[in-house]
C-alpha cells in the first residue's frame, strides 16, 4: 500500500463552492458518514473553497472546519471562476493524489471515496481516475458525447466524459499546471495534460444524482447547450495552444 506524504495525508478532495450555503452541512455530514463506514477520516482532507460567494458560505464553512477535523478550507474573496478556485484549493492540497468534485450533491459522497479506495492499489504509480457518468438524459449524453469527440480530434488520442468527476490524480501533475485556466476548461486541460505527461486513466462509473437545491447554470435548454458547445470549442483551442501542448 502507497504511503502517504509526510502531512499524513492520501488524498485532497477540492470542491469549489460559489454560493452553495444551503449545500455545504449537508455535503459535509455525508462525507463523514461515509468516512466513519471507511473507519473514520484517517489520511484524507476535504478542501472546500469559498469561492468568492456572496451568501453565507463563509460563515458555514467556518463552522464545519471547526465541526470536522477532515474539512479545510480556502478563502477565494473574488470569483475568478471554477478552474481558480480548483487551483488556489490544489495549492493547499497535501495529499499523494489530489483533485476535485463539484459541490451540488449530485455525486455521493460514499461512491467518490469509494473511487478514492481505487488509487490505494496504485502503489504511488501516475494515475489519473476520472468519475464517468451514467443514467443520463439522451441529450445530456449527446453533447457529452460530442464534446468528446471534438477534444479527441484537437488533441489526439480518446478522450470521454472530460466533466465526468470526480477527477483525481498523483500530485506531480501539479508540477506541469502552470498556464492553467481559471475557467471550466479545467477539466480538458487536467485530462489532456495527464494524458501528455503519461499518466495511465482510469476510469470509475458514477451514477448521477438528482439536485438536492438549486439549478443548474448551463443546461436548462437547447439554447444553453449551443452557448456551452460555442465556448468549449473556444477554451478547448484555447488549451491546446497554451503552455505545455
Known sequence: MPMADRSGIFCSLVIPCYNEEGNLVPLAEDFAAALEVRRGAGDFELILVDNGSADGSAAVLRALAQRFTFVRTV???ENRGYGHGITRGLAAARGLYAGWAHGDMQYAPAEILAAVEQLRSAGGKKI??????????????????????????????????????????????????????????????????????????????????????????????????????????????????????
Not at 155 to 164: E, L, T, Y
Open 128 to 245: 489519473f481516475l476520472k468519475g464517468s457518468r451514467s443514467a443520463r438524459p439522451g441529450a445530456d449524453a449527446f453533447f457529452t458525447a460530442g464534446m468528446a469527440a471534438f477534444a479527441s480530434l484537437l488533441f489526439g488520442g480518446v478522450f470521454r466524459d472530460i466533466n465526468g468527476q470526480p477527477t483525481l490524480f498523483h500530485r506531480c501533475l501539479l508540477e506541469h499546471w502552470a498556464g492553467a485556466p481559471a475557467d471550466f476548461s479545467l477539466d480538458l486541460y487536467a485530462y489532456a495534460m495527464a494524458k501528455k505527461t503519461g499518466f495511465a486513466v482510469v476510469r470509475v462509473p458514477m451514477r448521477l444524482r438528482e439536485r438536492a437545491r438549486g439549478v443548474s447554470s448551463w443546461n436548462r435548454g437547447f439554447a444553453d447547450r449551443f452557448r456551452l458547445a460555442w465556448r468549449t470549442i473556444k477554451t478547448s483551442l484555447a488549451v491546446r495552444c497554451g503552455p505545455g501542448f
Open 75 to 77: 478563502t477565494v474573496t
